[in-house]
């Protein structure tokens, strides 16, 4: 019976030791990520508009915020959309052209918030020295875009505002970090991309015909989230949020040391990098002016016969994840 007391009161001591150790430490083992679980996968583009994205993970955000994520950097955001649509990712951000088609296919993910948007970060450039000053002295030429990006939709609009048919001149589907070789190399005319890429391609002789805004278009770089992972880990998705959320203030409180991890993690130079951060906003939001930039890009890529119907906006949108602004 001694020793069955001797046992007991030793549990206690050690449980009391335990609390004490929890109240010095602030409970550091409760800041780490449940190990037990898999990690949430998070495919984001290494871009410039994913600034966000990039600070959070360079941070640890996300640990800090209690919750496990496998970072997964694409290229490009129909990259992203790809590993959503496939199952590799979770979480995949991608521009409003890539979340539309997307979400007009009605699949199982829900576009969540804008982390970042801008409405001059899509340009078309062309060499210095060539006769191409709009949208009228492109018939007949090479441009090179990403198709089934938010600067293709941006590209297409600004070629209907200015009465050209995109088979008037030659569309040459390439990958951003190709373009500036490409232009330099005089293989083609012309191309439209979103930062950094017209950045990098200035620092060749390039130079800006036009930029892609004025068009009534932000360019919201969306979060989506597969169903599977809303419904089975819900706090874990806000916590994600939260520390975007977070990665958002550090950009608006110290540019300077968040244009430094955007150059280590897109490898350019903070010469390219602080005035294309510059063409952004960063914000985590889901407003009335983001929905009706989404509602009028839809209607016009119907139009044009890149997607087929029109996405049913309650179902592809799910904003009750969003913590509160700051």
Partial sequence: MQNRNRNVRTGLLIVAGIGLLAAITGCVWLAQPNDE?????????????SAVCMVAVELNLFQEERVAVAALPFNSGPACAEALLSGS???????????????????????LASHGEGEHRHRVMAAADAAIRSASDLPGRTLAVKKGTSTYGGLLAWLAASGIQPEEL??????????????????IDAFAA????????????????????????????????HTRVLQSRPDEIRAVLRALQRAVQFIEEEPERAARIVAEGTGLSEQVVQPAMQRHVYRLAWDESIVQSLQATARFLREQQIIRELPDWDQACDARFLPDPP
């Fill in 37 to 49: 679980l898999p990690k949430i996968r998070f495919a984001y583009q290494n871009h410039i508009g």
């Fill in 89 to 111: 990712a979770d979480l995949g951000t991608m521009g409003d052209t890539t979340a539309i088609i997307s979400a007009s296919r009605s699949g199982p993910y829900r576009i």
């Fill in 170 to 187: 030659r569309i040459l589907d390439m990958g951003p970090t190709e373009m500036p070789d490409a232009l330099a190399a005089g293989s």
């Fill in 194 to 225: 979103s930062e950094p890429t017209p950045s990098v391609a200035e620092t060749r002789g390039a130079r800006e015909v036009v930029t892609l805004g004025g068009l009534g278009n932000a360019y919201p770089i969306l979060v989506l989230a």
